[in-house]
């Protein structure tokens, strides 16, 4: 007859001591670290898909919404590009000193790097504490540090003349 007793866990043959063995140390579970695919996206998730549109509502939809994201990365390239100008000139303004100068209508006005400045997120936020009895110290405590900035604007005068005049 077999003894299936002897395939149970635990079974000890007659005769024999349990042995005791420590128990296996537990494998480590990797804690997740790439960053889930996509942003977050709770609050887009609520809207419907655009398949409830009519077909041709669907494709122009796409159309400008792909279009938007483009100009949005348009829009950073070219703010890129204008900050390397803005250096550019400040450096020769530097070079002679200058707090402008002009070519023609073209005009830049140096006012050279400014520093940051302490300010609160909106004006209403600082009302708001203020009225509910902040302290001077909690009203600063609250501000946030700006960072250095140029100061340097490029203008065609003859375009700000039209401007005025209409």
Do not use: W
Not at 60 to 77: G, N, T, V
Not at 79 to 102: H, N, P, T, V
């Amino acid at each position: 007859m077999v003894d299936f007793n002897k395939h149970l866990k635990g079974y000890v043959p007659a005769g024999r001591k349990a042995s005791v063995k420590p128990a296996p140390k537990p494998i480590p579970v990797p804690t997740p670290t790439a960053k889930p695919a996509g942003p977050k996206t709770k609050r887009a998730d609520e809207f419907p898909l655009i398949s409830v549109m009519s077909r041709t509502d669907m494709e122009e939809a796409r159309a400008l919404m792909q279009a938007d994201i483009d100009y949005q990365d348009q829009a950073k390239s070219i703010a890129q590009i204008r900050d390397d100008i803005k250096i550019s000139l400040y450096g020769i303004a530097k070079r002679y000193s200058l707090d402008g100068f002009r070519a023609g209508t073209l005009v830049v006005y140096n006012n050279g790097m400014r520093a940051g400045s302490k300010r609160f997120n909106s004006k209403a936020g600082k009302r708001l504490l203020a009225e509910l009895g902040a302290t001077e110290e909690q009203l600063e405590s609250c501000m946030k540090e700006t960072k250095p900035f140029l100061d340097l604007k490029v203008r065609d005068v003859s375009q700000a003349e039209e401007e005025e005049e209409e």
